[in-house]
């Protein structure tokens, strides 16, 4: 599936670099580091895949190594996300034109990165899957996931909130959105 929506993620790559070529350099650069991260980690996986599947099919042993995993899915998925919610961050603090909404999705967005960050760490270190049914490893990736989802459910509120103000705000005056 990874492979599958790498595919995806290149057209969209492509869609942008053909509709927006006025974007700021900025967020340019922010879009082809992300897809930069998720070429890596796509990569990661499949050699990954290959390693179980095709290399070492038979050795049960194997099934259960971390290899790069800790590194692939915690850090790398945790700093996309993170890069991600910032950007919206960003997004809500041009809306609202308060520190405050920002602020708030900021923290959770730190949060989950660092805890993201955390679990690969005690992934890399466990060495094998079997290793991580440790409550502490359970506490950390709720943190990360719990940050995240917290985090992503209220960048959806604020945009809703002062997207649908801004589109209020302007049909009352008048002017099409």
Partial sequence: MNCGF?????????????GFPNDKIFFKILIYVVFALETVQTAITTRDAYVIFVDSPRSVGSLGSVRTIWFSFPVIGGLVAFIGQMFFAYRIKILSMSWI????V????????????STGAEAFIAGELSGLHISENYITC???????AV??????????YY???????????GVRS
């Avoid at 790498?6 to 053909?18: A, D, K, M, R, W």
């Avoid at 709720?142 to 995240?148: A, C, K």
């Avoid at 459910?153 to 945009?159: E, G, K, P, Q």
């Fill in 163 to 173: 997207l649908s103000r801004h589109v209020s705000h302007n049909s009352s005056l």
């Fill in 151 to 160: 985090c992503d459910i209220l960048i959806t509120a604020y945009m809703f």
């Fill in 6 to 18: 790498q595919g995806v993620l290149c057209v969209q790559i492509y869609t942008y670099y053909i």
């Fill in 106 to 117: 900021t923290l959770f967005a730190v949060c989950a990165m660092v805890a993201a960050i």
């Fill in 101 to 104: 909404p920002t602020a708030i």
């Fill in 142 to 148: 709720g943190i990360w996931n719990g940050s995240s």
